[in-house]
């Protein structure tokens, strides 16, 4: 038996075990989690001792027993993952990439050193540095990478660590070794680095991707929001001089009264009290909540929806201060809003119909929008909201509400009834 490979490989399996638990969004918890990848560390060092020790010389026995214990490795990631997605398998082949540094320097110091005990004690250590490098510098972007839903498809990405695992096979185990071509080693040497700088460039590059995406939606938002702001103060302007003239013409229409019921005409000062109501509600401003940045684009999108002849039926109840960012929490709003107005906008006017419910406290959130509906649609399988269909750049605002709602532990879920697309966001704090 071959005890120097045996651990070796042994130790290339814990510390891509360890990667995986590190730098993949757990769907389980830690203790769960950490049994799931230490029962397939067992199972992958079972395979390497049959494939090393019971059949060495079989090559078909390792070819079979190879592809079994990849197929194993990005089971785990995807079994492990919270979002099981191309993303995820990206994260999974790059575990067995991570690993190929330090399985490589036990190779270069045993040929140089010919002591087995030295070459596993700085595989040990190159691996322990590079863990500690990735986990510092790109573990955070890692995360958040699989949190994003901006870029979805990353199938060409995937191709980044097969390439890079199958050039290394070939420049450094396959047809020859290392030990026997030591030549090599200076170019495998440069071959993994230029690996590692690689990885740094696309994950920071998906990083910058992730932020200018969440700069434009904050763009948008803001500039609905000061329209809002400056559609506001406009009324609130108009309001006042409205009320200033009603003031002012008080006295005259008490004089008016005053004469009419001396006269004993009761049905003309009814017709005065009546104008002066309906100067008094037209002027009055409307104030959907509590929140300012949520009341004011509640009343953009309620002056969106009357000028397209949408009656809508609101149940607001948000606080001044709510437990969670005013603008993200608004912008679900307005997504959701206008995603139910787009809807309903080209529907005969009996079915221009929005039902909104948001009620947030202390405690919790909910949120409920309802709109006629009459057109099939296609759920994603993975997050189970609606597809869009018009086109890559469409759908961003359903999933901002997805990242919103993951975000705050949140849960959101829709589904059609008797002609009504509901969806509902919930979330306990």
């Known amino acids: 038996m071959n005890y120097f490979t045996n651990i070796l490989y042994m130790i290339?399996?814990?510390?891509?075990?360890?990667?995986?638990?590190?730098?993949?969004?757990?769907?389980?918890?830690?203790?769960?989690t950490f049994l799931i990848c230490f029962s397939s560390f067992c199972l992958l060092t079972f395979l390497d001792f049959f494939k090393l020790n019971i059949f060495p010389d079989s090559k078909l026995s390792y070819v079979i027993t190879t592809i079994i214990?990849?197929?194993?490795?990005?089971?785990?990631?995807?079994?492990?993952?919270?979002?099981?997605?191309?993303?995820?398998l990206f994260m999974g082949l790059s575990s067995s990439n991570y690993v190929i540094a330090g399985s490589t320097m036990a190779i270069i110091l045993h040929i140089y050193t010919g002591n087995e005990i030295i070459s596993i004690l700085g595989s040990v250590i190159v691996h322990i540095a590079i863990l500690l490098f990735l986990y510092f510098r790109l573990r955070k972007i890692c995360l958040k990478c699989q949190e994003m839903e901006y870029l979805k498809n990353w199938w060409?990405?995937?191709?980044?660590?097969?390439?890079?695992?199958?050039?290394?096979?070939?420049?450094?185990?396959?047809?020859?070794?290392?030990?026997?071509?030591?030549?090599?080693?200076?170019?495998?040497?440069?071959?993994?680095?230029?690996?590692?700088?690689?990885?740094?460039?696309?994950?920071?590059?998906?990083?910058?991707?992730?932020?200018?995406?969440?700069?434009?939606w904050k763009n948008i938002f803001m500039q609905e929001y000061i329209k809002g702001l400056e559609r506001q103060y406009y009324m609130l302007e108009?309001?006042?001089?409205?009320?200033?003239?009603?003031?002012?013409?008080?006295?005259?229409?008490?004089?008016?009264?005053?004469?009419?019921?001396?006269?004993?005409?009761?049905?003309?000062?009814?017709?005065?009290?009546?104008?002066?109501?309906?100067?008094?509600d037209e002027n009055k401003i409307i104030k959907y909540c509590n929140n300012?940045?949520?009341?004011t684009i509640i009343s953009k999108m309620m002056e969106?929806?009357?000028?397209?002849?949408?009656?809508?039926?609101?149940?607001?109840?948000?606080?001044?201060?709510?437990?969670?960012?005013?603008?993200?929490?608004?912008?679900?709003?307005?997504?959701?809003?206008?995603?139910?107005?787009?809807?309903?906008?080209?529907?005969?006017?009996?079915?221009?119909?929005?039902?909104?419910?948001?009620?947030?406290?202390?405690?919790?959130l909910l949120i409920h929008m309802k709109n006629e509906y009459d057109h099939q649609i296609e759920f994603d399988l993975t997050t189970g909201l609606p597809k869009s269909t018009n086109g890559e750049n469409h759908g961003l605002g359903m999933q901002s509400v997805l990242s919103f709602s993951e975000k705050n532990g949140g849960e959101t879920g829709c589904y059609l009834e008797d002609g009504f697309f509901n969806i509902i966001l919930f979330a306990k704090f």
């Open 12 to 32: 290339n399996y814990i510390f891509l075990m360890v990667f995986i638990f590190f730098f993949i969004l757990h769907r389980y918890s830690k203790r769960t």
């Open 69 to 88: 214990q990849i197929i194993i490795t990005q089971s785990v990631a995807i079994i492990i993952s919270k979002k099981r997605d191309t993303k995820i």
């Open 156 to 216: 060409e990405l995937c191709l980044i660590p097969v390439f890079f695992y199958c050039s290394f096979t070939f420049l450094a185990y396959f047809p020859n070794r290392l030990y026997d071509i030591p030549d090599n080693i200076l170019g495998v040497g440069i071959f993994i680095i230029t690996m590692f700088v690689s990885y740094v460039v696309i994950l920071r590059y998906v990083e910058s991707q992730s932020e200018n995406a969440d700069i434009y």
């Open 238 to 280: 108009q309001s006042e001089r409205n009320m200033k003239i009603l003031r002012h013409d008080m006295r005259h229409y008490s004089k008016i009264i005053d004469a009419m019921l001396a006269q004993k005409k009761y049905d003309e000062i009814k017709k005065i009290t009546e104008h002066i109501n309906n100067v008094a």
């Open 292 to 295: 300012l940045i949520a009341n």
């Open 304 to 364: 969106k929806a009357r000028f397209l002849g949408i009656k809508v039926n609101l149940d607001i109840s948000i606080p001044k201060e709510i437990p969670v960012n005013d603008y993200e929490f608004t912008l679900v709003i307005a997504n959701l809003f206008e995603n139910a107005i787009i809807c309903v906008k080209d529907f005969e006017e009996n079915r221009k119909n929005i039902y909104v419910k948001v009620n947030c406290s202390e405690e919790h």
